[in-house]
Protein backbone atom coordinates (compact mmCIF):
# COMPACT_ATOMS: atom_id res chain seq x y z
CA UNK A 1 0.00 0.00 0.00
CA UNK A 2 1.11 3.46 -0.85
CA UNK A 3 -0.08 6.22 1.53
CA UNK A 4 0.88 6.59 4.71
CA UNK A 5 -0.63 9.50 6.92
CA UNK A 6 0.93 12.30 9.38
CA UNK A 7 -1.79 13.91 11.56
CA UNK A 8 -1.02 15.61 15.18
CA UNK A 9 -2.64 14.03 18.46
CA UNK A 10 -3.08 16.69 20.57
CA UNK A 11 -4.45 20.36 20.00
CA UNK A 12 -2.06 21.37 16.95
CA UNK A 13 1.65 23.01 16.83
CA UNK A 14 2.86 19.27 17.62
CA UNK A 15 5.98 19.63 15.35
CA UNK A 16 4.05 18.08 11.61
CA UNK A 17 5.87 20.31 9.23
CA UNK A 18 9.49 19.19 11.06
CA UNK A 19 8.26 15.53 10.84
CA UNK A 20 7.03 15.92 7.03
CA UNK A 21 10.05 17.50 6.19
CA UNK A 22 12.46 14.88 7.69
CA UNK A 23 10.60 12.25 6.41
CA UNK A 24 10.48 13.61 3.17
CA UNK A 25 13.31 11.82 1.13
CA UNK A 26 11.19 8.52 1.66
CA UNK A 27 7.97 9.95 -0.23
CA UNK A 28 7.25 10.60 -3.75
CA UNK A 29 4.24 12.95 -2.66
CA UNK A 30 3.57 15.07 -0.16
CA UNK A 31 -0.42 15.58 0.10
CA UNK A 32 -2.09 18.36 2.46
CA UNK A 33 -5.28 16.88 3.23
CA UNK A 34 -7.42 19.31 5.55
CA UNK A 35 -6.87 22.98 7.00
CA UNK A 36 -6.14 26.13 5.13
CA UNK A 37 -4.04 29.22 6.93
CA UNK A 38 -4.99 29.20 10.41
CA UNK A 39 -1.73 26.11 9.85
CA UNK A 40 1.68 26.90 10.88
CA UNK A 41 3.99 24.38 10.06
CA UNK A 42 7.28 24.85 11.40
CA UNK A 43 10.51 23.59 9.61
CA UNK A 44 14.34 24.37 10.82
CA UNK A 45 17.37 23.48 8.62
CA UNK A 46 20.88 24.59 7.66
CA UNK A 47 20.14 27.89 9.79
CA UNK A 48 16.94 28.75 7.91
CA UNK A 49 13.40 28.46 9.77
CA UNK A 50 10.62 28.67 7.66
CA UNK A 51 6.97 28.81 8.27
CA UNK A 52 4.56 27.47 6.02
CA UNK A 53 0.74 27.93 5.53
CA UNK A 54 -1.08 26.06 3.13
CA UNK A 55 1.73 24.56 1.28
CA UNK A 56 3.13 21.35 1.87
CA UNK A 57 5.75 20.78 4.41
CA UNK A 58 7.71 18.88 1.73
CA UNK A 59 8.30 21.77 -0.66
CA UNK A 60 11.93 21.64 0.37
CA UNK A 61 13.04 18.89 -1.04
CA UNK A 62 14.55 18.21 -4.31
CA UNK A 63 12.38 15.67 -5.69
CA UNK A 64 9.21 15.21 -4.27
CA UNK A 65 5.49 16.53 -5.84
CA UNK A 66 3.58 18.79 -3.04
CA UNK A 67 -0.10 18.47 -3.44
CA UNK A 68 -2.60 20.91 -2.34
CA UNK A 69 -5.56 18.53 -1.71
CA UNK A 70 -8.88 19.34 -2.08
CA UNK A 71 -9.95 19.22 1.61
CA UNK A 72 -7.96 22.37 1.85
CA UNK A 73 -9.46 25.73 1.98
CA UNK A 74 -7.08 28.49 0.23
CA UNK A 75 -6.70 32.15 1.08
CA UNK A 76 -5.26 32.96 -2.47
CA UNK A 77 -3.79 36.22 -0.88
CA UNK A 78 -1.81 34.07 1.64
CA UNK A 79 -1.17 31.33 -0.37
CA UNK A 80 0.52 33.83 -3.12
CA UNK A 81 3.22 35.73 -0.46
CA UNK A 82 3.72 32.58 1.23
CA UNK A 83 5.13 31.94 -2.35
CA UNK A 84 6.58 34.75 -2.27
CA UNK A 85 8.28 34.24 0.69
CA UNK A 86 9.67 30.81 -0.87
CA UNK A 87 11.60 32.45 -3.57
CA UNK A 88 15.09 32.48 -2.05
CA UNK A 89 15.09 29.01 -2.00
CA UNK A 90 14.55 29.13 -6.14
CA UNK A 91 11.88 26.40 -5.97
CA UNK A 92 10.23 25.02 -9.41
CA UNK A 93 6.38 25.29 -8.35
CA UNK A 94 5.69 24.54 -11.80
CA UNK A 95 7.50 21.32 -11.22
CA UNK A 96 7.07 20.45 -7.67
CA UNK A 97 3.54 21.95 -6.37
CA UNK A 98 -0.25 20.74 -7.77
CA UNK A 99 -2.92 22.14 -6.47
CA UNK A 100 -6.49 20.25 -6.40
CA UNK A 101 -9.35 22.02 -8.45
CA UNK A 102 -11.70 20.90 -5.93
CA UNK A 103 -10.33 22.67 -3.05
CA UNK A 104 -12.21 25.88 -1.94
CA UNK A 105 -11.40 29.36 -1.82
CA UNK A 106 -11.10 31.59 1.25
CA UNK A 107 -12.86 35.02 -0.13
CA UNK A 108 -12.39 37.73 1.84
CA UNK A 109 -15.89 38.07 2.93
CA UNK A 110 -14.89 34.55 4.99
CA UNK A 111 -12.35 36.77 6.89
CA UNK A 112 -14.73 39.37 7.72
CA UNK A 113 -17.45 36.79 8.68
CA UNK A 114 -14.94 34.98 10.91
CA UNK A 115 -14.38 38.08 12.85
CA UNK A 116 -17.75 39.13 12.95
CA UNK A 117 -18.60 35.59 14.49
CA UNK A 118 -16.11 35.96 16.90
CA UNK A 119 -16.81 39.35 18.53
CA UNK A 120 -20.14 37.77 18.73
CA UNK A 121 -19.41 35.47 20.80
CA UNK A 122 -18.01 38.04 23.32
CA UNK A 123 -15.67 35.56 26.48
CA UNK A 124 -17.04 32.80 24.65
CA UNK A 125 -15.24 32.95 21.38
CA UNK A 126 -13.41 29.90 20.15
CA UNK A 127 -10.10 31.71 19.65
CA UNK A 128 -10.11 31.56 16.00
CA UNK A 129 -7.20 32.15 13.94
CA UNK A 130 -9.33 34.86 12.20
CA UNK A 131 -8.19 33.36 8.81
CA UNK A 132 -11.76 32.92 7.86
CA UNK A 133 -12.10 29.20 7.86
CA UNK A 134 -15.15 28.28 9.72
CA UNK A 135 -17.39 30.35 7.58
CA UNK A 136 -15.47 29.16 4.31
CA UNK A 137 -16.22 25.28 5.73
CA UNK A 138 -19.86 26.37 6.10
CA UNK A 139 -20.25 27.13 2.79
CA UNK A 140 -18.20 24.11 1.28
CA UNK A 141 -21.16 21.72 3.60
CA UNK A 142 -24.01 24.56 2.55
CA UNK A 143 -22.86 24.31 -0.88
CA UNK A 144 -22.25 27.87 -1.77
CA UNK A 145 -18.63 27.51 -1.86
CA UNK A 146 -16.41 28.56 -4.86
CA UNK A 147 -13.86 26.36 -5.92
CA UNK A 148 -10.40 26.51 -7.34
CA UNK A 149 -11.39 25.27 -10.39
CA UNK A 150 -14.22 27.55 -11.00
CA UNK A 151 -11.59 30.48 -11.03
CA UNK A 152 -11.01 29.04 -14.54
CA UNK A 153 -14.99 29.92 -15.79
CA UNK A 154 -15.24 32.90 -18.06
CA UNK A 155 -18.37 33.61 -15.36
CA UNK A 156 -16.81 33.46 -11.61
CA UNK A 157 -16.86 37.06 -10.84
CA UNK A 158 -20.49 36.88 -10.86
CA UNK A 159 -20.41 33.63 -8.68
CA UNK A 160 -18.09 35.82 -6.32
CA UNK A 161 -20.09 38.83 -6.16
CA UNK A 162 -23.34 36.79 -5.80
CA UNK A 163 -21.50 34.83 -2.91
CA UNK A 164 -20.04 38.14 -1.40
CA UNK A 165 -22.70 39.96 -1.46
CA UNK A 166 -24.92 37.48 0.54
CA UNK A 167 -21.93 37.81 2.67
CA UNK A 168 -22.08 41.75 3.28
CA UNK A 169 -25.97 40.93 4.32
CA UNK A 170 -25.15 38.17 7.00
CA UNK A 171 -22.36 40.84 8.32
CA UNK A 172 -25.09 42.97 8.87
CA UNK A 173 -26.79 40.67 10.71
CA UNK A 174 -24.47 40.66 13.56
CA UNK A 175 -24.49 43.82 14.62
CA UNK A 176 -20.65 44.51 14.95
CA UNK A 177 -18.69 47.18 13.60
CA UNK A 178 -15.55 45.67 11.85
CA UNK A 179 -13.45 47.99 10.03
CA UNK A 180 -12.42 47.21 6.79
CA UNK A 181 -12.34 48.34 2.72
CA UNK A 182 -13.91 46.14 0.74
CA UNK A 183 -12.36 47.68 -2.10
CA UNK A 184 -8.79 47.26 -1.08
CA UNK A 185 -9.32 43.45 0.23
CA UNK A 186 -10.73 42.87 -3.13
CA UNK A 187 -7.86 44.64 -5.42
CA UNK A 188 -5.77 42.13 -3.20
CA UNK A 189 -7.83 38.96 -3.72
CA UNK A 190 -8.20 39.70 -7.28
CA UNK A 191 -4.64 39.61 -8.44
CA UNK A 192 -3.77 36.99 -6.36
CA UNK A 193 -6.16 34.90 -8.27
CA UNK A 194 -4.72 35.91 -11.40
CA UNK A 195 -1.14 34.95 -10.16
CA UNK A 196 -3.23 31.37 -8.81
CA UNK A 197 -4.33 30.58 -12.14
CA UNK A 198 -0.57 30.08 -13.32
CA UNK A 199 -0.23 27.55 -10.86
CA UNK A 200 -0.80 23.51 -11.92
CA UNK A 201 -4.47 23.73 -11.18
CA UNK A 202 -5.18 19.99 -11.36
CA UNK A 203 -7.50 16.75 -10.55
CA UNK A 204 -5.95 15.84 -7.90
CA UNK A 205 -8.13 12.67 -6.72
CA UNK A 206 -7.10 11.17 -10.30
CA UNK A 207 -3.34 12.44 -10.13
CA UNK A 208 -3.52 10.64 -6.76
CA UNK A 209 -5.53 7.50 -8.07
CA UNK A 210 -2.73 7.28 -11.25
CA UNK A 211 0.35 8.05 -8.82
CA UNK A 212 -0.89 4.86 -6.55
CA UNK A 213 -0.79 2.55 -9.75
CA UNK A 214 2.41 3.73 -10.44
CA UNK A 215 3.46 2.89 -7.04
CA UNK A 216 4.68 6.27 -6.40
CA UNK A 217 4.97 6.49 -2.34
CA UNK A 218 2.71 9.27 -0.67
CA UNK A 219 2.74 10.48 2.65
CA UNK A 220 -0.67 12.58 3.51
CA UNK A 221 0.60 15.32 5.87
CA UNK A 222 -2.58 16.54 8.59
CA UNK A 223 -3.09 20.35 9.85
CA UNK A 224 -3.93 21.46 13.12
CA UNK A 225 -4.81 17.87 15.91
CA UNK A 226 -7.23 15.44 16.56
CA UNK A 227 -8.58 17.32 19.49
CA UNK A 228 -9.71 20.18 16.93
CA UNK A 229 -11.64 17.68 14.96
CA UNK A 230 -15.03 18.98 14.19
CA UNK A 231 -16.29 15.69 15.50
CA UNK A 232 -14.05 14.12 17.87
CA UNK A 233 -12.61 17.44 19.61
CA UNK A 234 -13.30 19.35 22.08
CA UNK A 235 -16.24 21.01 20.31
CA UNK A 236 -17.27 23.76 20.00
CA UNK A 237 -13.77 25.54 20.76
CA UNK A 238 -12.30 22.98 17.45
CA UNK A 239 -11.67 24.24 13.98
CA UNK A 240 -13.96 23.23 10.89
CA UNK A 241 -12.51 20.29 9.57
CA UNK A 242 -12.13 16.78 9.87
CA UNK A 243 -8.30 16.71 11.18
CA UNK A 244 -8.29 12.69 12.03
CA UNK A 245 -7.39 9.96 9.52
CA UNK A 246 -11.00 9.81 7.61
CA UNK A 247 -9.74 13.72 6.41
CA UNK A 248 -7.21 11.92 4.47
CA UNK A 249 -9.96 10.33 2.65
CA UNK A 250 -12.61 12.83 1.89
CA UNK A 251 -9.07 15.00 1.46
CA UNK A 252 -7.62 13.74 -1.07
CA UNK A 253 -9.75 11.18 -2.15
CA UNK A 254 -7.69 8.23 -0.88
CA UNK A 255 -9.48 4.85 0.08
CA UNK A 256 -9.18 3.68 3.46
CA UNK A 257 -8.28 0.63 2.40
CA UNK A 258 -5.14 1.80 0.48
CA UNK A 259 -3.88 3.61 4.20
CA UNK A 260 -0.80 2.17 5.60
CA UNK A 261 1.20 3.59 8.63
CA UNK A 262 -0.32 6.15 10.39
CA UNK A 263 2.10 8.25 12.33
CA UNK A 264 0.49 9.90 15.14
CA UNK A 265 2.60 12.81 16.91
CA UNK A 266 2.76 14.30 20.06
CA UNK A 267 4.69 16.49 22.59
CA UNK A 268 6.33 14.96 25.14
CA UNK A 269 3.78 17.79 27.31
CA UNK A 270 0.68 19.19 26.16
CA UNK A 271 0.06 22.86 24.52
CA UNK A 272 -2.82 24.47 23.05
CA UNK A 273 -3.85 28.02 21.93
CA UNK A 274 -7.24 29.71 21.78
CA UNK A 275 -10.26 28.95 23.89
CA UNK A 276 -11.35 25.62 25.25
CA UNK A 277 -11.05 22.94 27.77
CA UNK A 278 -7.60 21.79 28.57
CA UNK A 279 -7.22 19.23 31.93
CA UNK A 280 -3.78 19.58 32.52
CA UNK A 281 -3.03 22.99 31.64
CA UNK A 282 -0.41 24.49 34.23
CA UNK A 283 -0.96 28.20 34.85
CA UNK A 284 1.88 28.35 37.97
CA UNK A 285 5.72 28.30 37.62
CA UNK A 286 6.18 24.74 35.56
CA UNK A 287 3.53 25.64 33.13
CA UNK A 288 5.64 29.08 32.32
CA UNK A 289 8.81 27.55 32.35
CA UNK A 290 7.52 25.15 29.41
CA UNK A 291 5.99 27.82 27.52
CA UNK A 292 9.68 29.94 27.73
CA UNK A 293 11.79 26.77 27.03
CA UNK A 294 9.47 25.38 24.36
CA UNK A 295 9.32 28.93 22.66
CA UNK A 296 5.66 28.06 22.52
CA UNK A 297 3.91 31.20 20.68
CA UNK A 298 1.48 30.02 17.88
CA UNK A 299 3.29 29.89 14.80
CA UNK A 300 0.40 31.71 12.81
CA UNK A 301 -0.69 34.11 15.04
CA UNK A 302 1.87 34.76 17.79
CA UNK A 303 -0.34 34.13 20.49
CA UNK A 304 1.14 32.45 23.92
CA UNK A 305 0.11 28.89 23.85
CA UNK A 306 -1.39 27.50 26.95
CA UNK A 307 1.38 24.74 28.70
CA UNK A 308 0.23 21.65 30.76
CA UNK A 309 1.29 18.14 31.22
CA UNK A 310 1.03 15.53 28.84
CA UNK A 311 -3.04 13.86 28.74
CA UNK A 312 -2.48 10.05 28.42
CA UNK A 313 -6.14 9.90 28.33
CA UNK A 314 -6.77 12.00 25.62
CA UNK A 315 -4.09 10.95 23.93
CA UNK A 316 -5.25 7.37 23.65
CA UNK A 317 -8.76 8.39 22.57
CA UNK A 318 -6.84 10.21 19.71
CA UNK A 319 -4.86 6.45 18.90
CA UNK A 320 -7.83 4.84 18.23
CA UNK A 321 -9.94 7.74 16.40
CA UNK A 322 -7.40 7.67 13.98
CA UNK A 323 -5.65 4.07 14.27
CA UNK A 324 -2.44 5.21 14.86
CA UNK A 325 0.37 2.66 13.63
CA UNK A 326 3.58 4.28 14.90
CA UNK A 327 4.15 7.51 17.49
CA UNK A 328 6.61 10.34 16.92
CA UNK A 329 7.48 12.22 20.46
CA UNK A 330 8.42 15.68 19.85
CA UNK A 331 9.82 18.71 21.96
CA UNK A 332 11.29 15.94 24.89
CA UNK A 333 14.17 18.89 25.18
CA UNK A 334 11.84 20.80 26.89
CA UNK A 335 11.07 18.49 29.85
CA UNK A 336 14.85 18.54 30.74
CA UNK A 337 15.14 20.01 34.30
CA UNK A 338 11.97 19.58 35.71
CA UNK A 339 12.39 17.41 39.08
CA UNK A 340 9.22 15.65 38.24
CA UNK A 341 7.57 14.65 35.28
CA UNK A 342 3.79 14.34 35.69
CA UNK A 343 1.43 12.20 33.52
CA UNK A 344 -2.74 12.46 33.38
CA UNK A 345 -3.61 8.84 33.44
CA UNK A 346 -7.48 9.00 34.27
CA UNK A 347 -9.99 11.80 35.25
CA UNK A 348 -12.01 12.19 38.54
CA UNK A 349 -15.70 12.59 37.87
CA UNK A 350 -18.19 13.43 39.60
CA UNK A 351 -19.42 9.56 38.64
CA UNK A 352 -15.63 8.63 39.55
CA UNK A 353 -12.51 7.87 38.06
CA UNK A 354 -12.55 7.07 34.41
CA UNK A 355 -9.82 6.16 31.99
CA UNK A 356 -11.68 7.33 28.81
CA UNK A 357 -12.07 10.65 27.36
CA UNK A 358 -16.19 11.50 28.07
CA UNK A 359 -18.43 13.52 26.33
CA UNK A 360 -17.30 17.05 28.06
CA UNK A 361 -13.33 17.99 29.61
CA UNK A 362 -14.00 20.85 31.27
CA UNK A 363 -12.79 21.72 34.55
CA UNK A 364 -16.15 21.63 35.63
CA UNK A 365 -16.47 18.23 34.74
CA UNK A 366 -12.98 16.24 34.94
CA UNK A 367 -10.25 16.71 36.82
CA UNK A 368 -6.38 15.07 35.78
CA UNK A 369 -5.29 11.84 38.05
CA UNK A 370 -1.57 12.14 37.53
CA UNK A 371 1.18 9.81 38.11
CA UNK A 372 4.34 11.15 38.99
CA UNK A 373 7.89 9.94 37.53
CA UNK A 374 11.26 11.39 38.03
CA UNK A 375 12.51 13.81 35.87
CA UNK A 376 16.15 14.11 34.14
CA UNK A 377 18.45 17.19 34.47
CA UNK A 378 20.42 16.76 30.91
CA UNK A 379 20.45 18.51 27.73
CA UNK A 380 18.86 16.66 25.12
CA UNK A 381 19.27 18.62 22.18
CA UNK A 382 23.01 17.74 21.25
CA UNK A 383 21.99 14.60 21.56
CA UNK A 384 22.43 11.78 18.11
CA UNK A 385 22.02 8.58 19.82
CA UNK A 386 19.82 6.64 21.20
CA UNK A 387 22.39 5.18 23.78
CA UNK A 388 23.20 9.31 25.18
CA UNK A 389 19.62 9.33 26.75
CA UNK A 390 19.30 9.45 30.26
CA UNK A 391 18.03 6.77 32.16
CA UNK A 392 15.22 8.75 33.46
CA UNK A 393 13.97 10.06 30.35
CA UNK A 394 14.28 6.13 28.65
CA UNK A 395 11.74 5.43 31.44
CA UNK A 396 9.80 8.17 30.70
CA UNK A 397 9.48 6.53 26.41
CA UNK A 398 9.15 3.28 28.00
CA UNK A 399 5.84 4.01 30.14
CA UNK A 400 4.22 5.98 27.26
CA UNK A 401 5.20 3.11 25.04
CA UNK A 402 3.37 0.91 27.30
CA UNK A 403 0.42 2.98 28.12
CA UNK A 404 -0.45 3.97 24.99
CA UNK A 405 0.02 0.68 23.56
CA UNK A 406 1.67 1.89 20.34
CA UNK A 407 6.09 2.08 19.54
CA UNK A 408 7.26 5.11 19.73
CA UNK A 409 9.49 5.59 16.93
CA UNK A 410 10.71 9.01 16.08
CA UNK A 411 12.01 10.93 19.40
CA UNK A 412 12.50 14.89 18.51
CA UNK A 413 15.37 16.93 20.99
CA UNK A 414 14.84 20.40 18.86
CA UNK A 415 13.52 22.11 16.33
CA UNK A 416 16.28 21.07 13.77
CA UNK A 417 15.66 18.60 11.02
CA UNK A 418 19.03 17.06 12.45
CA UNK A 419 17.54 16.85 15.63
CA UNK A 420 15.58 13.66 15.33
CA UNK A 421 16.26 10.10 16.83
CA UNK A 422 14.88 7.22 15.32
CA UNK A 423 14.34 4.40 17.24
P1 LIG B 1 3.06 22.07 13.52
O1 LIG B 1 1.95 23.03 13.34
O2 LIG B 1 2.59 20.75 14.07
O3 LIG B 1 3.90 21.88 12.29
O4 LIG B 1 4.01 22.68 14.64
P2 LIG B 1 4.48 24.22 14.74
O5 LIG B 1 5.53 24.47 13.74
O6 LIG B 1 3.32 25.13 14.79
O7 LIG B 1 5.05 24.24 16.23
C1 LIG B 1 6.10 23.42 16.63
C2 LIG B 1 7.22 24.33 17.13
O8 LIG B 1 8.16 23.56 17.85
C3 LIG B 1 8.01 24.98 16.01
O9 LIG B 1 8.50 26.22 16.45
C4 LIG B 1 9.15 24.01 15.79
O10 LIG B 1 10.30 24.63 15.22
C5 LIG B 1 9.42 23.56 17.19
N1 LIG B 1 9.92 22.20 17.37
C6 LIG B 1 9.62 21.08 16.66
N2 LIG B 1 10.20 20.00 17.21
C7 LIG B 1 10.89 20.45 18.29
C8 LIG B 1 11.68 19.81 19.30
O11 LIG B 1 11.85 18.60 19.33
N3 LIG B 1 12.18 20.61 20.28
C9 LIG B 1 11.99 21.95 20.31
N4 LIG B 1 12.53 22.65 21.30
N5 LIG B 1 11.26 22.59 19.37
C10 LIG B 1 10.71 21.83 18.40
P1 LIG C 1 -1.34 23.63 13.00
O1 LIG C 1 -1.58 22.92 11.70
C1 LIG C 1 -2.94 25.12 16.78
C2 LIG C 1 -7.08 26.56 16.73
C3 LIG C 1 -7.30 28.03 16.94
C4 LIG C 1 -8.68 28.01 17.59
C5 LIG C 1 -9.38 26.87 16.84
C6 LIG C 1 -10.25 27.32 15.70
O2 LIG C 1 -0.27 24.64 12.95
O3 LIG C 1 -1.16 22.62 14.09
P2 LIG C 1 -9.80 28.27 13.27
O4 LIG C 1 -8.97 29.43 12.80
O5 LIG C 1 -9.39 26.97 12.68
O6 LIG C 1 -11.26 28.52 13.11
O7 LIG C 1 -9.54 28.19 14.84
O8 LIG C 1 -8.35 26.03 16.37
N1 LIG C 1 -6.14 26.24 15.62
C7 LIG C 1 -4.89 25.79 15.81
N2 LIG C 1 -4.18 25.60 16.93
N3 LIG C 1 -2.41 24.78 15.58
C8 LIG C 1 -3.13 24.92 14.45
O9 LIG C 1 -2.70 24.46 13.25
C9 LIG C 1 -4.41 25.48 14.52
N4 LIG C 1 -5.37 25.79 13.61
C10 LIG C 1 -6.43 26.23 14.29
O10 LIG C 1 -6.33 28.59 17.79
O11 LIG C 1 -8.56 27.64 18.93
MG1 LIG D 1 1.46 24.98 13.92
Not at 79 to 99: A, Q, R, S, V, W
Amino acid sequence: MAVDLLLGLQWGDEGKGKIVDVLTSSYDIIARFQGGPNAGHTLEFEGNKHVLHTIPSGIFHPKAINLIGNGVVIDPIIFIKEIEGLKPYNIDFNEKLLISKKAHLILPTHRLLDAASEASKGKAKIGSTLKGIGPTYMDKTGRNGIRVGDILASNWEEKYKHLSIKHLNMLKSYNISIDYDLDDLESEFFSSIENLKKFKLVDSEQYLIDAQKEGSKILAEGAQGSLLDVDFGTYPFVTSSTTTAAGACTGLGVAPNKINEVFGIFKAYATRVGSGPFPTELSDSIGKTMAKVGNEFGSTTGRARRCGWIDLVALKYCININGVTQLMMMKSDVLSGFNKIKVCTAYQTEKGIIDYLPYGISNKEVAPIFEELPGWKEDLTDMTNLDEFPVNFNNYISYLEKALNTPIKIVSVGPDRKQTIFR
